[in-house]
């Protein structure tokens, strides 16, 4: 027979997997009676979940978040998951330098169990991290408010800094969040503009409720947008190229976030790529070490080229640096 605290592990685990349970599914797929179910139910409501009844011959049992947070109860797995993301959150700085997520690791550490420590441990000796100065910061603080917005689908005023350090104050409605790489990013609707925008996460200064809820109609796919965002950016200069590759493996070599892609038939791909300039344009083309076309512009076709020639001339003989045969 499972011990009563294996017992309440599970319970909250199915109690989280689906909005609702009746008693009688609860007891079948616990392997235990009602009764048991009914206790077990009483004990989590003394722990501060908060489990709510439903009357009548189909209710049952559901999950609602508590006004309180309730100790935690995970398996060993979910325990190492959620240690490794504490861990990677606190190292790489994502969400800013308050240490919040290091706080919380090192709490968690503390009553682990012997087994999960160890794993930790073992990793700890493995891992090495490089840490990246350049990389923006974010407080979890403003990540809350922001998640909070788009969870209550009311209109907000942000305040905003844009690229160039210019603050702005925009009415906009809130849709979703999204991180690439180590940077997030905030989807909305600008209500002036009456378009669909991103703003980078670590630029947001202050969002405030308006008190007006919105209905979105119509929203986009916000990965997709945040992608096409990144890749459009605002580089002084664009680069069209041909792909002789079907739409997905164009963009396994150039990912959506470097360029945008449109098929050309079903072999070949369209991508327009930014860059600083045509020289930097034709270095990254070259790095690709595939066959492409360049169809625009004139220059960076000429600095692909150019590039090309020095290449092969300095490779166009078998004499070393320095004037000696190469070895065989």
């Known amino acids: 027979m499972i011990s009563t605290s294996a017992r309440l592990l599970r319970l909250v685990s199915l109690l989280s997997a689906r909005p609702s349970w009746t008693c009688r ?11 048991t179910v009914r206790r077990d139910i009483a004990r989590l409501r003394e722990l501060g979940y908060g489990v709510e009844s439903e009357p009548g011959p189909w209710g049952g049992y559901r999950l609602r978040g508590g006004v309180r947070v309730p100790p935690l109860i995970l398996d060993d797995e979910e325990a190492l998951a959620v240690s490794v993301a504490l861990r990677e959150a606190a190292l790489s700085g994502v969400l800013g330098g308050d240490q919040a997520a290091l706080s919380a690791l090192l709490k968690l550490r503390q009553v682990l169990p012997r087994g999960i420590a160890d794993r930790l441990g073992e990793m700890d000796a493995a891992f ?3 840490t990246r100065l ?12 922001l998640a909070g917005a788009c969870r209550r689908g009311e209109r907000c005023r942000l305040s905003y ?12 409605d809130p849709y979703r969040l999204v991180q690439t790489g180590r940077r997030w990013y905030f989807v909305a609707r600008d209500v002036t503009r009456d378009e669909w925008r991103t703003f980078r996460a670590d630029r947001v200064g202050r969002i405030q409720p308006a008190g007006r809820p919105v209905e979105l109609t119509d929203p986009p796919d916000p990965a997709v947008l945040v992608s096409r965002s ?12 041909r792909l002789p590759l079907p739409l997905e493996q164009a963009l396994r070599l ?3 976030t470097v360029g945008t892609h449109r098929p050309e038939g079903g072999a070949a791909t369209i991508v327009d790529i930014g860059g600083p300039d045509a ?3 034709a270095r990254y083309l070259l790095g690709l070490a595939t066959p492409l076309r360049v169809l625009s512009p004139d220059d960076v076709r000429e600095a692909l080229l150019r ?7 300095d490779n166009a003989d078998d004499q070393a640096p320095g004037g000696g045969q190469l070895s065989s």
Do not use: C, N
Request: charged share 30%; net charge negative.
């Open 161 to 172: 800094r844009d690229r160039e350090g210019k603050a702005t104050v925009r009415d906009i």
């Open 254 to 256: 150039i990912p959506p």
């Open 128 to 130: 090495v991290h490089t």
């Open 307 to 313: 590039r090309t020639r020095e290449l092969s001339e």
């Open 25 to 35: 599914d609860l007891a079948g797929q616990m392997a235990v009676t009602e009764r």
């Open 230 to 241: 990144i890749a459009a950016g605002t580089y002084p200069l664009h680069v069209t190229i």
């Open 279 to 281: 020289d930097g344009l």
């Open 134 to 145: 350049d990389e923006p910061q974010i407080a979890p603080g403003t990540l809350l408010e």
